[in-house]
C-alpha cells in the first residue's frame, strides 16, 4: 500500500498535486489529544491542506510522541496531506510502517547519517515524498549540497528538535537564505520547510528568505482562535 490511502494516489503524487504555493502547517504536536479529531476538523474547514506530524522516539530525541497508530487514526478522518518528521535515530526501518498508516512525506535528519540516495530508493519504493531536516547545530552547506538534489524538501529546523513550545532562532533566517541559493545553484527547487517558534512575528522573515512550508504548532493551536491565527500564518506564506 502506498502512502495516502486507496485512490488517493501516492504521496509522491500528492505533493505535486500541491504545487508550490505558500502554506501554514498545523502540527498536531499541539492539538488536544484527548479529542484529536475535533480539534484538527476547523482547520481542515478552513482550507488547511497538510498537516505536520512531529514523530519522536526518545532516542534521537528526549522526547516520545506517536506512532504509526496515530497517523492511521488521522488519515480515518481526512485525506490532508501528512506531512511526517521522523525525529529517529533509524527513519529507513520507520518510513514503511508510517507510509503504510497514511503519511505522504517523511523528512529525516541529516544528523542520522543515511546516505541521500538510500533514503531516496526507500522514499521511491513506498511511494512517499522525500524530506531532509537539519538542527539548527548542524552546519548547513555541506548538508544542503549533499541532499538538495535527492529530496522533495528540506526542513530548515528553526528550534533544536525534541520539544514544542520553543523559542525561535534568529539565525534560522540566514540559515533559509543559504539553502535557497545552495539549491538554486545546483539547479533544483525543493520546498522550503521552516518548523519552530514560527507565529505571525517571526513569519514573515523566514518566508522573505525563501521559506514556502510554516510549520505552527502553539501558535495556531494554543491561540484563542485557531481558525484565525491558520489564516494569518497562511496569509504570510502565501506572499
Excluded at 528550534?159 to 513550545?165: D, L, Y
Aim: glycine content about 10%; proline content about 6%; aromatic content about 6%.
Amino acid at each position: 500500500m502506498s502512502a495516502g490511502g486507496e485512490g488517493m494516489g501516492s504521496g509522491i503524487e500528492r505533493l505535486q498535486r500541491l504545487g508550490r504555493e505558500g502554506r501554514a502547517l498545523p502540527s498536531i504536536l499541539s492539538a488536544d489529544f484527548a479529542a484529536l479529531a475535533a480539534s484538527i476538523r476547523p482547520l481542515l474547514d478552513a482550507g488547511s491542506q497538510v498537516l505536520h506530524v512531529d514523530v519522536m522516539d526518545g532516542h534521537f530525541v528526549p522526547n516520545i510522541t506517536f506512532g504509526p497508530p496515530v497517523v492511521r487514526s488521522v488519515r480515518a478522518h481526512t485525506d490532508a496531506f501528512l506531512d511526517t518528521h521522523l525525529m529517529v535515530t533509524d527513519p529507513l526501518t520507520y518510513m514503511e510502517p508510517f507510509a503504510k498508516a497514511g503519511s505522504d512525506l517523511c523528512t529525516i535528519h541529516a544528523e542520522v547519517g543515511i546516505a541521500p540516495e538510500a533514503a531516496r530508493a526507500e522514499a521511491d519504493r513506498l511511494g512517499v515524498g522525500l524530506g531532509v531536516a537539519i538542527r539548527p547545530s548542524t552546519g548547513l552547506d555541506a548538508v544542503v549540497e549533499a541532499w538538495a538534489r535527492h529530496v522533495d524538501l528540506i526542513l530548515v529546523m528553526s528550534v533544536e528538535p525534541g520539544f514544542g513550545g520553543q523559542s525561535f532562532r534568529p539565525e534560522a533566517v540566514e540559515r533559509l537564505a543559504r539553502t535557497k541559493e545552495i539549491c538554486w545553484r545546483q539547479g533544483v527547487a525543493p520546498i522550503l520547510e521552516v518548523d519552530g517558534g514560527i507565529d505571525r512575528e517571526t513569519a514573515p522573515g523566514v518566508v522573505a528568505a525563501g521559506a514556502r512550508w510554516l510549520v505552527a504548532g502553539s501558535a495556531i493551536f494554543r491561540a484563542s482562535d485557531p481558525v484565525a491565527a491558520y489564516h494569518a500564518l497562511r496569509e504570510i506564506a502565501s506572499i
